[in-house]
T-cell receptor, first 115, second 113 residues
Framework: EADIYQTPRYLVIGTGKKITLECSQT?????MYWYQQDPGMELHLIHY???????EKGDLSSESTVSRIRTEHFPLTLESARPSHTSQYLC??????????????FGPGTRLTVL | GQSLEQPSEVTAVEGAIVQINCTYQ??????LSWYQQHDGGAPTFLSY????GLEETGRFSSFLSRSDSYGYLLLQELQMKDSASYFC??????????????FGSGTRLQVQP
């Protein structure tokens, strides 16, 4: 069973605020990902990590940053939130050794609204 | 880069069979995956095809033809709980060195009584 957690689940915040979305997994997976998804739309990769101290930008320029200091933790930070950041943010992990890059386990998501 | 095409919506009745198609363009190929996502929920992994042919998992099957850059997800004995969005995804290839998934835009399946 997938054990990947995201907090908060819902967040309403004003423009210009700095926020951090938390993601943790207890499966020991090296690979972790952040996606942005608007309702009914496709998932866009915004950041990914192959392991500790490894982070890369994805396709979408979301003006966010990530860090990977511990295997289990992959937080996403928005330095200055804007209404265009309103979306759902999904964290995922995978273990190419046990399964493959193709099988990703997703957290429940954080639904962010920026006023 | 990678791109995937799938129908935006499909409607079927309970008990029926439905096929959701996916065509893809990639600079390299490392398999086609399928994910299910209920409204308000997170995507969950359904299946993965690396080689041509049919993979069966209970009521769900997935097919791949690498020569046609085409795959499909087959759902049999449809149930109301199968109403969800279904995404196909391919793994990025070697030109970027990136080992992440690119998702299609999703197919919304509506199962009617």
């Amino acid at each position: 069973e997938a054990d990947i957690y995201q907090t908060p689940r819902y967040l309403v915040i004003g423009t210009g605020k700095k926020i951090t979305l938390e993601c943790s997994q207890t499966m020991g997976h090296d690979k972790m990902y952040w996606y942005q998804q608007d309702p009914g739309m496709e998932l866009h990769l915004i950041h990914y990590s192959y392991g500790v101290n490894s982070t890369e930008k994805g396709d979408l320029s979301s003006e966010s940053t990530v860090s990977r200091i511990r295997t289990e933790h992959f937080p996403l930070t928005l330095e200055s939130a804007r209404p265009s950041h309103t979306s759902q943010y999904l964290c995922a992990s995978s273990d190419p050794v046990k399964s493959s890059y193709n099988e990703q386990f997703f957290g429940p998501g954080t639904r962010l609204t920026v006023l | 880069g990678q791109s995937l095409e799938q129908p935006s919506e499909v409607t079927a009745v309970e008990g029926a069979i439905v096929q959701i198609n996916c065509t893809y363009q990639t600079s390299g190929f490392y398999g086609l995956s399928w994910y299910q996502q209920h409204d308000g929920g997170a995507p969950t992994f359904l299946s993965y095809n690396a080689l041509d042919g049919l993979e069966e998992t209970g009521r769900f099957s997935s097919f791949l033809s690498r020569s046609d850059s085409y795959g499909y997800l087959l759902l049999q004995e449809l149930q109301m709980k199968d109403s969800a969005s279904y995404f196909c995804a391919v793994r990025d290839a070697g030109d970027t060195g990136r080992r992440a998934l690119t998702f299609g835009s999703g197919t919304r399946l509506q199962v009617q009584p």
